[in-house]
Nanobody, 123 residues
Framework: QVQLVESGGGLVQAGDSLTLSCAAS????????VGWFRQTPGKERDFVGG???????YFKDSGKGRFTISRDNAKNTASLQMKSLKPEDTAVYYC?????????????????WGQGTQVTVSS
């Protein structure tokens, strides 16, 4: 079992930056790829980006060039750094962990999920 807790969400203005954190506990965090997803009311939870166990990252087009993902296995944390935020980035953001080396974009590949943190970007 891996427990994930996100933090760092809040209300920001368009153009601002925000960093979300994902704290993990339980099994060896370094064995897990981490994905970040986001969800708005009435829509599916969408992949934002992810980081492999080796530190490689991959982003959906919406985040390329604006979002960065990092991980600190010694601290059992992963972070999603977001800059140049837009109102359309408003969503609940979730981190998820998959017992695999690689990054998957599909929700079903992830075994463990955090509770989510709200990000609201005002125009």
């Amino acid at each position: 079992q891996v427990q994930l807790v996100e933090s760092g969400g809040g209300l920001v203005q368009a153009g601002d930056s925000l960093t979300l954190s994902c704290a993990a506990s339980g099994r060896t965090f370094s064995d897990y790829a981490v994905g970040w997803f986001r969800q708005t009311p009435g829509k599916e939870r969408d992949f934002v980006g992810g980081i492999s166990t080796g530190g490689s990252t991959y982003f959906k087009d919406s985040g390329k060039g604006r979002f960065t993902i990092s991980r600190d296995n010694a601290k059992n944390t992963a972070s999603l750094q977001m800059k140049s935020l837009k109102p359309e980035d408003t969503a609940v953001y979730y981190c998820a962990a998959a017992l695999t080396s690689w990054i998957f974009t599909g929700r079903d590949n992830y075994n463990y999920w955090g509770q989510g943190t709200q990000v609201t970007v005002s125009s």
